[in-house]
């Protein structure tokens, strides 16, 4: 008897640890969250008053978060070739369509102006207060949590410089 105590015993121990076993297929992750990143990021698109094209030439988007040192990234414009940025363009990310610019800044600020100059013609510059979302793509109760919006505002399009 005492031998059928001490096997029972650990089987016991065993069973009961089982109760408690979580059948759900979730293990350690009781609210079934997935693992999706996301980033606080702000769209800011110039568009082209009255739907004019962007003529070919040199652009430089300027954003000025939340007051602070000016992010910077001067783009050469081409409809029939790729997009050539330089500047601040780790944290700044342009893309361009024939009636649009959008830069993408992977921060969150309460404010920036944004400016767009166009071979040293000024096409418009504007302070923005983005109203952000936020974004939780694994659920609402678990991480990350990310603060995203998109604001537009138009600007001038320039006339074709000469020669282009």
């Known amino acids: 008897m005492i031998g059928w105590l ?10 009961l640890a089982g109760c408690w076993q979580d059948d759900s297929g979730l293990g350690s ?3 079934g969250c997935t693992e999706i990143g996301c980033d606080d990021r702000l769209d800011v698109i110039f568009e082209s008053q009255d739907a004019q094209t962007f003529p070919a030439g040199t652009y430089t988007f300027t954003l000025t978060p939340n007051g602070e040192s000016p992010l910077v990234a001067t783009c050469s414009f081409d409809r ?12 700044l990310t342009v893309l361009a369509a024939d009636r649009e610019f959008s830069i993408r800044l992977l921060e969150a600020p309460a404010t920036v102006t944004a400016s ?5 013609q000024r096409l418009g510059e504007k302070m923005l207060s983005p109203d952000y979302s936020m ?24 006339e074709p410089t000469e020669g282009l």
């Not at 650990?10 to 069973?15: A, D, E, I, K, T």
Request: charge should be negative; charged fraction near 10%.
């Open 6 to 15: 001490h096997i029972s015993i650990p089987c016991l121990f065993l069973s």
């Open 29 to 31: 992750n009781p609210l």
């Open 80 to 91: 029939h070739q790729d997009l050539a940025c330089s500047g601040d363009t780790h944290v």
């Open 116 to 120: 767009l100059v166009f071979e040293q």
């Open 135 to 158: 974004v939780t793509p694994n659920g609402p109760q678990c991480e990350p949590i990310c603060f995203q919006a998109t604001v537009a505002f138009e600007v001038i399009c320039p």
